[in-house]
Each structure stands twice: as structure tokens, then as C-alpha cells.
């Protein structure tokens, strides 16, 4: 293995990583994102068919693409009775976040922690 791939292997296994730290400690859904990006990249940049200036613009071009696709995924009318995740779980409605129900659980009315007084609007 020459050491372009071993390069991109381990950073692929390092945006794993960061992709792991991010859903587990952070809940951040961009940065898992952002990480599966790098991984992606690097995937590209593995390929032994074409010479390194044609990987990294091939690997930009699929990153491009696979971003572009996960932004407008929510406006994507074909898309809208396909059920996925906590929709095919709730029968069709989302979920709300964990947080929300733990908040709602504790405090009993939501709109007390948003700041809103109970009858004033």
C-alpha cells in the first residue's frame, strides 16, 4: 500500500471518529455530515484509475453532489410519501426530539421554559 492510500485510510478512519464524537457527544447533525463528506473525499482519493488531479476534482464533484442532495432533501416533493426513520416509527408523523419530550415530562408545559407566561400571549 503505498502511502497516497494509507493517507486517505486513515483519514477516512478519522472522520469516522469525528463523525462518532459528534453524534454521541454533540448530537450535531451537521457534523456528522461534515465527516461523512471528508470520508467520502477520501474514499475518491483512493481510487487507483486516474492520476491525483483527476481523483481530487472527481472526489470535490461526489462531495458537491452528496451535500447538495443532503440540503434539499427536505424539499424534494418525489420524496414525500416515502417514510423514513422516526416517520416509518411514528406511522407516517415525526417524532419530536428526545429533549423535547424530556423537557415536557419535567416541566409539564413547554412554553413555561420558552419563556411564554401561561394565559398571556
Same mark, same amino acid.
Given at each position: 500500500?503505498?502511502?497516497?492510500?494509507?493517507?486517505?485510510?486513515?483519514?477516512?478512519?478519522?472522520a469516522?471518529?469525528?463523525?462518532?464524537?459528534?453524534?454521541?457527544?454533540a448530537?450535531?447533525?451537521?457534523?456528522?455530515?461534515?465527516?461523512?463528506?471528508?470520508?467520502?473525499?477520501?474514499?475518491?482519493?483512493?481510487?487507483?484509475?486516474m492520476?491525483a488531479?483527476?481523483?481530487?476534482?472527481?472526489?470535490?464533484?461526489?462531495v458537491t453532489?452528496?451535500?447538495?442532495?443532503?440540503a434539499l432533501? /427536505?424539499?424534494?416533493s418525489?420524496?414525500?410519501?416515502?417514510?423514513? %426513520? !422516526?416517520?416509518? +416509527? =411514528?406511522? $407516517?408523523?415525526?417524532a419530536? /426530539?428526545?429533549?423535547?419530550?424530556?423537557?415536557?415530562?419535567?416541566? %409539564? !408545559?413547554?412554553? +413555561? =421554559?420558552? $419563556?411564554?407566561?401561561?394565559?398571556?400571549?
Open positions: 500500500m503505498n502511502s497516497s492510500r494509507r493517507n486517505a485510510l486513515i483519514m477516512i478512519v478519522l469516522a471518529a469525528g463523525a462518532y464524537a459528534f453524534h454521541r457527544g448530537d450535531n447533525f451537521w457534523g456528522v455530515i461534515t465527516c461523512g463528506l471528508v470520508a467520502v473525499w477520501a474514499a475518491f482519493s483512493m481510487l487507483p484509475v492520476d488531479g483527476w481523483r481530487f476534482k472527481v472526489g470535490f464533484v461526489a453532489f452528496v451535500a447538495a442532495f443532503v432533501w /427536505p424539499t424534494l418525489v420524496l414525500d410519501n416515502v417514510k423514513v %426513520g !422516526a416517520q416509518a +416509527r =411514528h406511522g $407516517g408523523r415525526s419530536p /426530539p428526545l429533549a423535547f419530550r424530556a423537557l415536557h415530562r419535567r416541566r %409539564g !408545559a413547554v412554553g +413555561r =421554559h420558552l $419563556g411564554h407566561v401561561e394565559g398571556r400571549r
